[in-house]
């Protein structure tokens, strides 16, 4: 069995202290707490339908607002996905996921390019779902992609409830990181032409 890649971060500023754990080639075990109910279910369902391995303790300044917690928890996790892919040799780097949750439909495609970007799409129609303002949603893929160096897009083409069309975003997330993270014994070093990623 191949060495499995993990990868731990603590960070700490004057609004939040985090410190996560993050297991790529785990089975979805999590212990997940952020202080935003929400924001804990999201990623409860990352990393179970992405077979992560997460551990992730957040505190934030939830008394200003989620902000800062929802942004800096995704400053963390991009950096332990940059930490656990270490070199990126053999890793398929490509990957796409549509998710339906009942009558939404999301959709989020990956490249693990170390050229980080996302387009975000998603017609989101209410401020808050539970203690999580909608538009930190954006905010968070956004953290996520800037400090892991992936390439992102994610889009709700359909729905109605935005519970709804918010799990559906993280579930096809979780998905697609699993497959583009994923090992093809087939690739040699890394998939660019470049030679690094």
Same mark, same amino acid.
């Given at each position: 069995?191949?060495?499995?890649?993990?990868?731990?971060?603590?960070?700490?500023?004057?609004?939040?202290?985090?410190?996560?754990?993050?297991?790529?080639?785990?089975?979805?075990?999590?212990?997940?707490?952020?202080?935003?109910?929400?924001?804990?279910?999201?990623?409860?369902?990352?990393?179970?339908?992405? $077979?992560?391995? #997460?551990?992730?303790?957040?505190?934030?300044? /939830?008394?200003? &607002?989620?902000?800062? *917690?929802? @942004?800096?928890? +995704?400053?963390?996790?991009?950096?332990?996905?940059?930490?656990?892919?270490?070199?990126?040799?053999?890793?398929?780097?490509?990957?796409?996921?549509?998710?339906?949750m009942d009558e939404a439909l999301? $959709?989020?495609? #990956?490249?693990?390019?170390?050229?980080?970007? /996302?387009?975000? &799409?998603?017609?989101? *129609?209410? @401020?808050?779902? +539970?203690?999580?303002?909608?538009?930190?949603?954006?905010?968070?893929?956004?953290?996520?992609?800037?400090?892991?160096?992936?390439?992102?897009?994610?889009?709700?083409?359909?729905?109605?409830?935005?519970?709804?069309? #918010?799990?559906?975003?993280?579930?096809?997330?979780?998905?697609?990181?699993?497959?583009?993270?994923?090992?093809?014994?087939?690739?040699?070093?890394?998939?660019?032409?470049?030679?690094?990623?």
């Amino acid at each position: 069995m191949s060495k499995q890649r993990c990868f731990s971060l603590e960070r700490n500023t004057n609004e939040t202290k985090i410190n996560m754990e993050l297991n790529l080639d785990g089975s979805g075990i999590y212990s997940i707490n952020t202080g935003i109910g929400f924001l804990d279910h999201m990623l409860t369902l990352t990393a179970k339908h992405g $077979f992560m391995d #997460i551990k992730l303790n957040a505190q934030g300044d /939830l008394d200003v &607002d989620c902000h800062h *917690t929802v @942004e800096d928890t +995704g400053i963390v996790m991009g950096k332990c996905i940059d930490g656990a892919l270490g070199s990126r040799e053999k890793i398929k780097r490509y990957a796409f996921s549509y998710v339906p949750m009942d009558e939404a439909l999301a $959709f989020v495609c #990956i490249d693990i390019s170390g050229r980080p970007y /996302l387009v975000f &799409d998603a017609p989101f *129609t209410s @401020e808050n779902v +539970g203690g999580l303002q909608v538009e930190m949603v954006e905010e968070f893929f956004r953290a996520v992609a800037f400090n892991s160096g992936i390439t992102f897009h994610a889009k709700v083409l359909y729905g109605k409830n935005n519970h709804h069309m #918010i799990e559906a975003l993280f579930k096809a997330f979780g998905r697609a990181l699993h497959e583009a993270a994923s090992i093809d014994k087939n690739i040699k070093g890394v998939l660019s032409t470049k030679g690094i990623i």
